[in-house]
Protein backbone atom coordinates (compact mmCIF):
# COMPACT_ATOMS: atom_id res chain seq x y z
CA UNK A 1 0.00 0.00 0.00
CA UNK A 2 1.82 3.01 -0.93
CA UNK A 3 2.31 5.82 1.90
CA UNK A 4 0.25 9.46 1.64
CA UNK A 5 1.91 11.37 -0.87
CA UNK A 6 3.00 14.45 1.61
CA UNK A 7 3.45 16.70 -1.37
CA UNK A 8 -0.25 16.94 -2.53
CA UNK A 9 -0.87 20.61 -1.45
CA UNK A 10 -3.60 21.69 0.43
CA UNK A 11 -6.26 21.80 -2.38
CA UNK A 12 -6.23 18.05 -2.09
CA UNK A 13 -5.66 18.06 1.80
CA UNK A 14 -8.81 16.00 2.20
CA UNK A 15 -6.92 13.40 0.33
CA UNK A 16 -3.82 13.36 2.26
CA UNK A 17 -5.80 13.04 5.81
CA UNK A 18 -6.89 9.36 4.52
CA UNK A 19 -4.20 6.86 6.43
CA UNK A 20 -3.55 5.29 2.86
CA UNK A 21 -4.45 6.03 -0.69
CA UNK A 22 -5.19 3.42 -3.17
CA UNK A 23 -3.39 4.12 -6.76
CA UNK A 24 -7.02 5.14 -8.04
CA UNK A 25 -7.07 7.72 -5.16
CA UNK A 26 -3.95 8.77 -5.66
CA UNK A 27 -4.24 9.57 -9.68
CA UNK A 28 -7.80 11.06 -8.73
CA UNK A 29 -6.60 13.40 -6.17
CA UNK A 30 -3.80 14.50 -8.40
CA UNK A 31 -6.45 15.11 -11.25
CA UNK A 32 -8.66 17.54 -8.42
CA UNK A 33 -4.94 18.82 -7.68
CA UNK A 34 -4.89 20.46 -11.33
CA UNK A 35 -8.30 21.01 -11.70
CA UNK A 36 -8.96 25.17 -12.84
CA UNK A 37 -11.96 27.34 -12.36
CA UNK A 38 -14.44 26.98 -15.56
CA UNK A 39 -14.98 30.63 -14.78
CA UNK A 40 -11.67 31.62 -14.48
CA UNK A 41 -9.89 29.48 -16.25
CA UNK A 42 -5.83 29.84 -14.84
CA UNK A 43 -7.13 29.84 -11.53
CA UNK A 44 -6.61 26.03 -9.88
CA UNK A 45 -9.90 25.35 -7.68
CA UNK A 46 -9.30 24.75 -3.77
CA UNK A 47 -10.97 21.85 -1.62
CA UNK A 48 -13.19 22.59 1.10
CA UNK A 49 -16.85 21.92 2.58
CA UNK A 50 -19.76 23.97 0.75
CA UNK A 51 -21.79 22.37 3.78
CA UNK A 52 -21.78 19.99 6.65
CA UNK A 53 -20.38 16.63 4.90
CA UNK A 54 -20.76 17.71 1.16
CA UNK A 55 -17.25 18.95 -0.05
CA UNK A 56 -16.81 21.24 -2.88
CA UNK A 57 -14.11 22.65 -4.89
CA UNK A 58 -14.21 26.02 -4.79
CA UNK A 59 -12.55 29.25 -6.72
CA UNK A 60 -10.14 31.71 -4.31
CA UNK A 61 -11.28 34.47 -7.19
CA UNK A 62 -14.47 34.15 -8.61
CA UNK A 63 -15.90 32.73 -5.18
CA UNK A 64 -17.59 29.72 -7.56
CA UNK A 65 -18.36 26.08 -6.24
CA UNK A 66 -17.82 23.28 -7.83
CA UNK A 67 -19.89 20.12 -6.63
CA UNK A 68 -18.96 16.27 -7.72
CA UNK A 69 -22.48 14.64 -8.81
CA UNK A 70 -21.29 12.01 -6.75
CA UNK A 71 -20.93 13.87 -3.63
CA UNK A 72 -24.17 15.96 -4.48
CA UNK A 73 -25.80 12.49 -4.67
CA UNK A 74 -24.13 11.21 -1.17
CA UNK A 75 -24.99 14.37 0.21
CA UNK A 76 -28.52 14.51 -0.40
CA UNK A 77 -29.31 10.81 0.97
CA UNK A 78 -27.19 12.23 4.01
CA UNK A 79 -29.53 15.12 4.36
CA UNK A 80 -32.30 13.19 4.81
CA UNK A 81 -36.05 14.11 4.31
CA UNK A 82 -36.66 17.23 1.99
CA UNK A 83 -36.79 20.09 3.86
CA UNK A 84 -39.83 22.45 2.68
CA UNK A 85 -39.37 25.00 0.59
CA UNK A 86 -38.98 28.61 1.86
CA UNK A 87 -41.43 31.22 -0.27
CA UNK A 88 -41.42 34.36 1.39
CA UNK A 89 -37.40 34.71 2.05
CA UNK A 90 -35.92 38.22 0.98
CA UNK A 91 -33.17 38.04 -1.31
CA UNK A 92 -29.90 39.82 -0.51
CA UNK A 93 -26.84 38.15 -0.92
CA UNK A 94 -24.66 39.82 -3.87
CA UNK A 95 -25.05 37.42 -7.05
CA UNK A 96 -22.80 37.16 -9.93
CA UNK A 97 -24.55 36.01 -12.94
CA UNK A 98 -21.46 35.83 -15.75
CA UNK A 99 -23.70 34.21 -17.95
CA UNK A 100 -21.09 32.93 -20.23
CA UNK A 101 -21.24 29.35 -21.45
CA UNK A 102 -18.27 27.31 -19.44
CA UNK A 103 -16.92 24.00 -19.89
CA UNK A 104 -17.14 21.08 -17.43
CA UNK A 105 -13.81 20.93 -15.15
CA UNK A 106 -13.64 17.59 -14.34
CA UNK A 107 -14.43 16.28 -18.37
CA UNK A 108 -14.59 19.22 -20.29
CA UNK A 109 -18.11 18.81 -21.40
CA UNK A 110 -19.59 21.99 -22.35
CA UNK A 111 -21.89 22.60 -19.32
CA UNK A 112 -25.69 23.68 -19.46
CA UNK A 113 -27.29 25.81 -18.18
CA UNK A 114 -30.32 25.54 -15.48
CA UNK A 115 -32.95 28.27 -14.34
CA UNK A 116 -33.33 28.00 -10.80
CA UNK A 117 -37.13 29.75 -10.98
CA UNK A 118 -38.89 30.37 -8.05
CA UNK A 119 -38.31 33.93 -7.99
CA UNK A 120 -34.69 33.53 -7.73
CA UNK A 121 -33.64 34.13 -11.60
CA UNK A 122 -29.58 32.98 -11.90
CA UNK A 123 -28.82 29.67 -13.65
CA UNK A 124 -26.90 26.77 -12.52
CA UNK A 125 -24.14 25.13 -14.62
CA UNK A 126 -24.38 21.09 -15.09
CA UNK A 127 -22.49 18.81 -16.62
CA UNK A 128 -24.70 15.94 -18.08
CA UNK A 129 -21.00 13.84 -18.32
CA UNK A 130 -19.88 13.59 -14.56
CA UNK A 131 -23.18 15.00 -13.17
CA UNK A 132 -21.22 17.64 -11.54
CA UNK A 133 -22.80 20.95 -10.89
CA UNK A 134 -21.05 24.11 -11.00
CA UNK A 135 -22.25 27.66 -8.58
CA UNK A 136 -21.39 31.09 -9.08
CA UNK A 137 -20.45 33.34 -5.73
CA UNK A 138 -23.37 32.60 -3.35
CA UNK A 139 -25.40 30.48 -5.12
CA UNK A 140 -25.39 27.77 -2.76
CA UNK A 141 -26.40 30.40 0.32
CA UNK A 142 -29.25 31.61 -1.94
CA UNK A 143 -30.62 28.57 -2.85
CA UNK A 144 -30.17 27.59 0.90
CA UNK A 145 -32.26 30.54 2.10
CA UNK A 146 -35.11 28.95 0.12
CA UNK A 147 -34.27 25.15 1.00
CA UNK A 148 -34.04 24.57 -2.54
CA UNK A 149 -30.36 23.60 -2.14
CA UNK A 150 -31.57 19.73 -1.61
CA UNK A 151 -33.59 20.11 -4.64
CA UNK A 152 -30.59 20.11 -7.78
CA UNK A 153 -31.89 17.06 -9.03
CA UNK A 154 -35.06 17.90 -9.50
CA UNK A 155 -34.13 21.20 -11.00
CA UNK A 156 -32.00 19.68 -13.83
CA UNK A 157 -35.64 17.61 -14.83
CA UNK A 158 -37.69 19.08 -17.86
CA UNK A 159 -40.72 19.29 -15.67
CA UNK A 160 -38.92 22.04 -13.27
CA UNK A 161 -37.51 23.68 -16.32
CA UNK A 162 -40.44 24.12 -17.98
CA UNK A 163 -42.32 25.90 -15.33
CA UNK A 164 -39.20 27.88 -14.54
CA UNK A 165 -39.01 29.24 -18.29
CA UNK A 166 -42.85 29.49 -18.57
CA UNK A 167 -42.15 32.44 -15.11
CA UNK A 168 -39.12 33.88 -16.33
CA UNK A 169 -41.62 34.54 -19.79
CA UNK A 170 -43.69 36.10 -17.51
CA UNK A 171 -41.37 37.93 -15.86
CA UNK A 172 -39.48 39.95 -19.20
CA UNK A 173 -43.43 40.62 -20.29
CA UNK A 174 -44.06 42.41 -16.45
CA UNK A 175 -40.77 44.30 -17.23
CA UNK A 176 -42.04 45.62 -20.40
CA UNK A 177 -45.08 46.32 -19.17
CA UNK A 178 -43.69 48.37 -16.15
CA UNK A 179 -41.55 49.77 -18.59
CA UNK A 180 -44.14 50.94 -20.85
CA UNK A 181 -47.51 51.87 -18.08
CA UNK A 182 -44.51 52.37 -14.98
CA UNK A 183 -44.76 50.50 -11.74
CA UNK A 184 -47.54 52.16 -10.52
CA UNK A 185 -50.09 52.22 -13.27
CA UNK A 186 -48.97 48.93 -13.92
CA UNK A 187 -50.06 47.83 -10.25
CA UNK A 188 -53.29 49.70 -10.61
CA UNK A 189 -54.06 48.16 -14.03
CA UNK A 190 -53.03 44.82 -12.50
CA UNK A 191 -55.90 45.05 -9.45
CA UNK A 192 -58.44 46.18 -11.95
CA UNK A 193 -57.73 43.18 -13.76
CA UNK A 194 -58.26 40.94 -10.94
CA UNK A 195 -60.94 42.71 -10.28
CA UNK A 196 -63.12 42.25 -13.50
CA UNK A 197 -62.05 38.51 -13.49
CA UNK A 198 -64.07 37.97 -10.47
CA UNK A 199 -67.18 39.34 -12.30
CA UNK A 200 -69.95 37.72 -14.30
CA UNK A 201 -70.64 40.77 -16.36
CA UNK A 202 -66.75 41.38 -16.99
CA UNK A 203 -67.54 42.55 -20.70
CA UNK A 204 -70.38 44.79 -20.21
CA UNK A 205 -67.49 46.28 -17.37
CA UNK A 206 -65.00 46.72 -20.20
CA UNK A 207 -67.24 48.08 -22.95
CA UNK A 208 -68.39 50.76 -20.60
CA UNK A 209 -64.78 51.73 -19.33
CA UNK A 210 -63.55 51.93 -23.18
CA UNK A 211 -66.63 53.24 -24.10
CA UNK A 212 -65.42 57.42 -24.91
CA UNK A 213 -68.97 58.52 -24.04
CA UNK A 214 -71.06 55.87 -21.99
CA UNK A 215 -73.81 57.95 -21.48
CA UNK A 216 -74.41 58.31 -25.24
CA UNK A 217 -77.83 57.14 -26.06
ZN1 LIG B 1 -12.96 31.35 -10.55
ZN1 LIG C 1 -18.19 16.79 -16.36
Known amino acids: MPPPNKSLDR ?32 TELIAGELDENLTSLNCPDCRGNWIRGAEYWKWVEQHGSELAERVHETESLSLVEPGLPIDCPECRFRMVKYLVGRGLSFTLDHCQGCKGIWLDR ?19 TSFWQNEAHREARKKRMEDIYISRFGAD ?7 IRWWLDTKTNREELIAYLTDRDPFAA
Open 11 to 42: SARHCADETYLTQQQTTLCVRINSMKCPVCKS
Open 138 to 156: NEWEALKKRNLHDDLNTMF
Open 185 to 191: DYAEIKR
